[in-house]
Nanobody, 118 residues
Framework: QVQLVESGGGLVQAGGSLRLSCAAS????????MNWYRQAPGKQRELVAG???????NYVDSVKGRFTISRDNAKNTVYLQMSSLKPEDTAVYYC????????????WGQGTQVTVSA
């Protein structure tokens, strides 16, 4: 059974930091591109950051220089370090894993709430 379990969300003041974690099980983690998405109330889900199996990263412009995605393949875990948080970062953050073995395999976590107060 595949599971992606996020943790680390919470309430933080603007300018503060949080680190999200996503622990994966039931997949060959090292073969997956891992992503963090977020969805704010009334808005579409957006890709925040991604990291390839080889460690190449990409970020949405709004978080560049503030967020850092990383992965530990030995622990089957992907992280999102968020700094200089802004109220507009408030959203439910979702972990996503995707790979292609003849067909696309994609899995989602249940989400973790991040709330940034002004």
């Amino acid at each position: 059974q595949v599971q992606l379990v996020e943790s680390g969300g919470g309430l933080v003041q603007a300018g503060g930091s949080l680190r999200l974690s996503c622990a994966a099980s039931g997949i060959r983690f090292s073969a997956y591109v891992m992503n963090w998405y977020r969805q704010a109330p009334g808005k579409q889900r957006e890709l925040v950051a991604g990291i390839s199996s080889g460690g190449i990263t990409n970020y949405v412009d709004s978080v560049k220089g503030r967020f850092t995605i990383s992965r530990d393949n030995a622990k089957n875990t992907v992280y999102l370090q968020m700094s200089s948080l802004k109220p507009e970062d408030t959203a439910v953050y979702y972990c996503n894993g995707k790979t292609f073995f003849g067909t696309t395999f994609e899995y989602w976590g249940q989400g973790t709430q991040v709330t940034v107060s002004a």
